[in-house]
């Protein structure tokens, strides 16, 4: 079964700090991975978009990595803000169809 | 104009009653989607269309329908609400290879 997890489920830092969040998945057949940000109530935004050959991709103080080999993801916030509270959703791409395996996010809360 | 408008935002309606929640884009993407956001959970699909003459069930299409009347424009109707419909609707539209996503701001329903 197409599964996308992710971890933690919600986490707690400091304003300036640096956190790093994973995505574990088991699609097949792989066809690219996507880390959203989402607003309490908005809809979700593109951060990165990765394809099976990238291993890393910056936007910003956010970069992603991607094993393919192990099947995971983790998104990197360098020197966190206030605006970067919101969830961070993982979502991968299957088949030919590119049917969409969503996960069910990571809630970052960000304190002065 | 946003690239994906959803209307209405919000809305609060009684059991039994029919409900239309209403989508246009003007990406010019051929794929739309509904998806549902409950609390905790990841975005869960409820219908997906590839183009106007082509429709299909996501995952928890029950309770629900929809009409794609132009490649613009895809429309999500609930025949007789209930309130475990109470949810955040999210109505995306997303480019072939998936290197494009766009989701609307959300419709914010609740079932009383």
């Known amino acids: 079964k197409n599964q996308v997890e992710q971890s933690p489920q919600s986490l707690i830092i400091l304003e300036g700090k640096n956190c790093t969040l994973q995505?574990?998945?088991?699609?097949?057949?792989?066809?690219?991975l996507r880390w959203y940000k989402q607003d309490t109530g908005r809809g979700p935004v593109s951060l990165t978009i990765?394809?099976?050959s990238e291993n890393t991709k910056s936007n910003g103080r956010y970069t992603a990595t991607l094993d393919a080999d192990t099947k995971q993801s983790s998104l990197h916030i360098t020197a966190s803000q206030l605006s970067d509270s919101a969830s961070y959703i993982c979502v991968v791409s299957a088949g030919s169809n590119y049917q969409l395996i969503w996960g069910a996010g990571t809630k970052l809360i960000i304190k002065p | 104009d946003a690239d994906v408008t959803q209307t209405p935002r919000n809305r609060i309606t009684k059991t039994g009653k029919r409900i239309m929640l209403e989508c246009s884009q003007t990406?010019?993407?051929?794929?739309m989607y509904w998806y549902r956001q409950d609390p905790g959970l990841g975005l869960r699909l409820i219908y997906y269309?590839?183009?106007?003459?082509?429709?299909n069930k996501g995952e928890i299409s029950d309770g629900y329908s929809v009409s794609r009347q132009a490649q613009a424009k895809f429309s999500l109707s609930l025949e007789s609400a209930i309130p475990n419909q109470t949810a955040l609707y999210f109505c995306?539209?997303?480019?072939?290879?998936?290197?494009?996503?766009?989701f609307g701001q959300g419709t914010r329903l609740t079932v009383v």
């Open positions: 269309s590839f183009d106007v003459k082509d429709i």
């Open positions: 990406k010019g993407h051929d794929r």
């Open positions: 995505c574990n998945y088991t699609v097949s057949p792989f066809s690219n």
């Open positions: 990765m394809t099976f």
């Open positions: 995306a539209t997303i480019n072939q290879g998936f290197t494009e996503a766009f």
